[in-house]
């Protein structure tokens, strides 16, 4: 049973915090920022899947995923890992467990990229007085952790008809596996046939669109990765698709003033130390993963400017490219200069709240 200390007085200023942003007792003063109660919306149904430990904008994006659920606004049904090392898997668990849900399934990649574990990893392992800091339950090699497609395959079965976000901060390694997986005891259809039926939306971090400021010969993270996977999945991905291109977290920057003093109520906090762990401190980080995150649960607050349907593939020169011709079902988001200032403080107030077990 993990076992969280909370400083009152720290605890009591996140609170109001938690207030001022959800409406909460002031929502007289704030109407803009009702509730998802309040606008008598259902909890998205929400799968994560994560290169967890290539970036440190994986660990805050699945903290604010837990916030949101706390809130009412969505349900964490899985969480799928996309790069290839034990530390992944077993530090997906550690967040989860921090948050009171260790009961969320886990799926691994296997004979996927990127082996190594990374600066932030090894936290895993840490123990204090002989017991590990963030207790996990699982260790991502043994046999009882499914392989992420499989356990993809799995809950999109158990879920009804056109109910599931998923949202993919990695490569594409897991989810082109699904699209081109076949029938199995879990369901009749083939991968396209069950995304399609399962599935209202894709919100991926990848890409770049931003043609005025990319970068020379610049090849984004995600996409390059797993470039074939990246292909698989532009073509064959059958619902709506929304890119939050490089462009976009990249002007929205998570404070390192925050990480410094708002993750204060526990003298361990996995976010807050995988920070501090992952490059020197004091520094701003990019929010690239925490913007799919945000625009799945709350695609209608005005965060994000979206262009029209359109298409997105991978060009000859590796890039994904953004056409508006078609009207298809792929678009990706815009931000102007006062977006920017509104999706930094409703992340770094989402990020930083400490665990409500209100919502399993």
């Known amino acids: 049973m993990l076992s969280l200390s909370f400083s009152p007085s720290s605890f009591s200023m996140k609170l109001f915090g938690v207030l001022i942003l959800t409406g909460g007792l002031l929502s007289g003063l704030c109407p803009s920022t009702a509730t998802a109660a309040e606008e008598n919306t259902k909890p998205v149904k929400l799968i994560f899947d994560t290169d967890m430990g290539n970036d440190i904008d994986d660990a805050l994006a699945l903290g604010v995923i837990h916030s949101l659920q706390s809130r009412g606004e969505c ?25 009171l ?7 691994i990649v296997r004979d996927g990229k990127t082996p190594k574990p990374g600066k932030f990893l090894p936290l895993v392992d ?17 046999s009882d952790t499914p392989e992420a497609y499989k356990l993809l395959r799995r809950v999109l079965a158990e879920q009804p008809d056109h109910s599931v976000a998923m949202v993919v901060v990695g490569f594409s390694t897991n989810i082109a596996r699904l699209l081109e997986s076949e029938p199995d ?9 069950l995304v399609a039926q399962k599935t209202t939306l894709l919100s991926m971090m990848a890409g770049h669109f931003g043609k005025e400021d990319r970068p020379k010969n610049f090849k984004e993270y995600n996409v390059i990765k797993d470039l074939e996977a990246a292909r698989v999945v532009f073509e064959k991905w059958p619902t709506e698709l929304v890119a939050s291109g490089w462009e976009i977290g990249h002007a929205i920057k998570f404070p390192a003033t925050s ?37 799945a649960v709350r695609p209608d607050r005005g965060y994000f400017d979206v262009t029209e349907g359109g298409e997105i593939h991978i060009g000859p020169d590796d890039y994904a490219v953004y056409s508006a011709e078609g009207h298809g079902r792929h678009r990706h988001i815009n931000v102007d200069a006062t ?16 665990p409500f077990p209100a919502t399993p």
């Open 75 to 99: 349900e964490l049904l899985a969480v799928t890992v996309s790069k290839d090392t034990p530390e992944a898997a077993r530090f997906c668990d550690a967040i989860n467990t921090f948050y």
């Open 101 to 107: 849900r260790g009961n969320i399934p886990i799926g």
């Open 126 to 142: 840490v123990e204090d007085n002989g017991r590990p800091r963030y207790p996990h339950d699982i260790t991502g090699t043994s």
């Open 185 to 193: 005891e879990f369901s009749p259809l083939n991968g396209v046939e």
């Open 259 to 295: 990480i410094m003093n708002d993750f204060n109520y526990v003298e361990h906090h996995p976010l807050k130390e995988g920070y501090e762990a992952y490059s020197k401190m004091p520094y701003d980080r990019p929010n690239w993963d925490l913007t799919s995150v945000l625009y």
């Open 339 to 354: 977006q920017i200032i509104r999706v930094e403080e409703a992340l770094m107030y989402l990020a930083s709240e400490p």
